[in-house]
Each structure stands twice: as structure tokens, then as C-alpha cells.
């Protein structure tokens, strides 16, 4: 299993231009999110989606949209791209709404290896 | 508000045992995660407490005192591998609320 996958790596954008970061996962999970991570600020929920063809927005969804049209994806776009969106974005996903299930496994989440995204 | 608060960053030596302190004020509680991220790596699932009290794995522990709203990772026989950043999350309404992280460095 390669679990969770992003493409691209690394990408450097103008301000003004558009882009969709993907995110594929073959764990069958339901729960999917998109995070974004900029030193002293920690990771932080932009939007996430608990099935397909659901989403809703996290702490900090201005200026991205999501959509999930198949399960295994979850796209993140950005319309018009600014410098304060220069970031590491980390997409993560996980098999329930809970932090543990009835038998005593843990529904943790598990990232893709992130994007590092340069906006001039 | 939420508010998760970590050391921003520890140093410790090669063998020795370190603890890393997370306290939290969230609006509501279903559990507390701690992550291991290495630099420009993905955070990576350590533990979860749900239950008051000491969850070990190996040389990681982990402590929840939910009254307190305080929790501890214990690192045990530190080795130079264990240099990473260490996340405190808690897990609310199905969503990760994650601290700054806590910057750790092993030294010999």
C-alpha cells in the first residue's frame, strides 16, 4: 500500500496564478483533511471532508476550495494564490470520526509526505 | 478559545530520559494524540490517551490527567533518531487542533 500520496512536491506559483494540489489515498478511509504548516504556528485544519462529495471548512479555509468527487481523493485548490499562502500543506486521512474504535485500535490520522508551496 | 501550549524547543543527551509537557484549554475533548515529525518529513502517530493515566509503548509514554487538562511524552534511552519535532494534538469533534510543537535535539 503506498498509503497517503500528494502531487506535486515542491511548486512556486506568481501571485494571481491557480493551482489544485491532489491528494490520493488507498486505505479505504473516510475521513480526509488539508493541513498547512508555517513555522511557530503549527499544523492547521484549511478543510476536510468526512465522505465523498462532502467537505467543510477548518480553522483557516480563505482563499482554498476542496472538493471530493472520488473517495480515495481530495483535491485543494487554490483560485488566486497570495504569499501568505506560503506554506508546507500536508494532507492527512483516517478511517473514523473517532480517536479510537470499540476494539481498542486507534483511528489516527496518517499524512502524505507534503507539499512545499512557494508563492512570489 | 483553543489553546494548546508546548515548549518550542528541548535539548537532551544520548541515553538520558526527557519529558515534553502539553497543556490545552479546548472547547471540548475526545482524546489527545502526540505526532513525531521529523524535518521535512510527515508527522507520524505516536500515541493517543483518552483515559486518565500512563499509556506506554517501548520508550515512548504517554500521561493524561483530563482535570488538569495536561499532558507529558516520555522519551526513554534517548538515541540520536529521536531528534524530530514532537506534536501535541487534541482530537475534538473529529478534528485534530494541534500545539506549535516541540523541537527536540539529541545531542552525544
Known amino acids: 500500500n503506498a498509503g497517503v500520496t500528494q502531487t506535486p512536491k515542491f511548486r512556486v506559483l506568481k501571485t494571481g496564478q491557480s493551482m489544485t494540489l491532489l491528494c490520493a489515498q488507498d486505505?479505504?478511509?473516510?475521513?480526509m483533511y488539508w493541513y498547512r504548516q508555517d513555522p511557530g504556528m503549527g499544523l492547521r485544519l484549511i478543510h476536510y471532508s468526512v465522505g465523498e462529495g462532502t467537505t467543510a471548512k477548518g480553522e483557516v479555509p480563505d482563499g482554498y476550495n476542496v472538493s471530493r468527487l472520488k473517495k480515495q481523493n481530495f483535491l485543494l485548490g487554490l483560485e488566486s494564490a497570495a504569499p501568505s499562502q506560503t506554506s508546507v500543506y500536508f494532507c492527512?486521512?483516517?478511517?473514523?470520526?473517532?480517536?479510537?474504535?470499540?476494539?481498542?485500535?486507534?483511528?489516527?490520522?496518517?499524512f502524505g509526505p507534503g507539499t512545499r508551496l512557494t508563492v512570489l | 478559545g483553543q489553546n494548546i501550549d508546548q515548549p518550542t524547543e528541548m535539548t537532551a543527551t544520548e541515553g538520558a530520559i526527557v519529558q515534553i509537557n502539553c497543556t490545552y484549554q479546548t472547547s471540548g475533548f475526545n482524546g489527545l494524540f502526540w505526532y513525531q515529525q521529523h524535518a521535512g518529513e510527515a508527522p507520524t502517530f505516536l500515541s493517543y490517551?483518552?483515559?486518565?493515566g500512563l499509556e506506554e509503548k517501548g520508550r515512548f509514554s504517554s500521561f493524561l490527567s483530563r482535570s488538569k487538562g495536561y499532558s507529558y511524552l516520555l522519551l526513554k534511552e534517548l538515541q540520536m533518531k529521536d531528534s524530530a519535532s514532537y506534536l501535541c494534538a487534541v482530537f475534538e469533534g473529529g478534528k485534530l487542533i494541534f500545539g506549535q510543537g516541540t523541537e527536540l535535539s539529541v545531542k552525544p
Open positions: 492527512a486521512s483516517s478511517y473514523s470520526w473517532e480517536g479510537s474504535s470499540i476494539y481498542g485500535s486507534y483511528n489516527e490520522q496518517f
Open positions: 490517551n483518552v483515559l486518565d
Open positions: 486505505m479505504n478511509h473516510e475521513y
